[in-house]
């Protein structure tokens, strides 16, 4: 009796798992299909037709061969596809990869799964999307990262980590976020920055250190809303330009003096400072340039 029944609710469990297997193959998410546009550049793959593709969603490229994915350098999509999140797959395809753009698609999260196998990437655009915040490590595998782009995004804050790895990075812009402190290791993981971008940000607080990049010729902080610069913020620049306009400050502490580098000062639209030294200025060895106006005069 007891086998007869083990034998029925055997058969009637393997009917019923074969039929509910179907059901989840069924459901599973198709990949969404694409080609690249012909074009006379055979290492862009450029897609022009708009896709909505959700996160447990992957790219399926349709007629290329190894060869013609081993040649594709760089890749970008129309403004009108919609991502929520970087293809699965994208540096499983094009091993090859130097420039990755997607600007305006919507991007919500990164993953470190997205950059593993982006050993060659060197341009990476992820502006004008929705991302808030850069995990710790997340570009640490794109080890050869040249240039980073993050504008218009809706970030709020900088972990200490969020660079880690990229020693090669010499440009990074994060112009047009939501930016409001910047802590004392937020670009330690990048410590050959050279060309480093702020603006239009809401940056009220620069911990001491930040800065601390050796190489750093270029810095712009304009449009934000400092009123205080540390006295220590520069001391380990070699800049050559640096940018303040716009800002709220009132005391520029001491170390903007001690740049010997400096051929370009802009503290436009800082009506309210208190401490500027012309006697130091005039001392900084190469300055050729200096752009404030206190009261409407201008200070040369």
Not at 145 to 156: H, Q, R, S
Not at 214 to 233: S, T, W
Request: glycine share 6%; charged share 20%.
């Amino acid at each position: 009796m007891f086998n007869s029944k083990m034998k029925s609710f055997i058969v009637l469990f393997l009917t019923f798992g074969m039929g509910f297997g179907g059901q989840l193959e069924g459901l599973r998410p198709q990949p969404v299909k694409v080609q690249c546009e012909p074009l006379a550049n055979d290492a862009l793959c450029y897609i022009a037709t708009p896709i909505q593709l959700n996160p447990v969603q992957s790219l399926e490229f349709e007629d290329m061969s190894t060869s013609q994915a081993n040649n594709i350098l760089e890749f970008t999509v129309s403004y009108e596809t919609k991502m929520e999140i970087i293809p699965h797959g994208i540096f499983d395809m094009f091993h090859y990869l130097e420039q990755l753009k997607l600007q305006g698609i919507g991007l919500k999260t990164l993953h470190h799964s997205d950059f593993e196998n982006a050993w060659n990437l060197h341009n990476l655009t992820l502006s004008d999307n929705k991302l808030e915040r850069i995990p710790s490590g997340i570009f640490s595998r794109a080890v050869n990262l040249i240039e980073l782009n993050l504008d218009g995004n809706l970030i709020l804050h900088l972990e200490n980590d969020a660079f880690n790895g990229l020693h090669q990075l010499y440009y990074l812009s994060l112009n047009r976020n939501r930016l409001i402190t910047l802590k004392s290791y937020a670009f330690s993981g990048a410590p050959h920055l050279t060309d480093l971008r702020l603006e239009y940000n809401e940056i009220e607080v620069l911990e001491n250190g930040v800065f601390d990049l050796p190489d750093l010729m270029f810095l712009y902080l304009g449009h934000n809303q400092l009123k205080i610069i540390p006295d220590d913020c520069f001391k380990n620049t070699q800049l050559i330009g640096l940018d303040l306009q716009s800002n709220q400050i009132t005391q520029l502490g001491n170390s903007i003096y001690d740049i010997k580098t400096m051929r370009t000062l802009i503290l436009l639209d800082n009506d309210q400072i208190s401490d500027l030294n012309s006697t130091r200025i005039a001392e900084m060895n190469r300055l050729v340039e200096i752009k404030y106006k206190p009261n409407s005069q201008t200070l040369v």
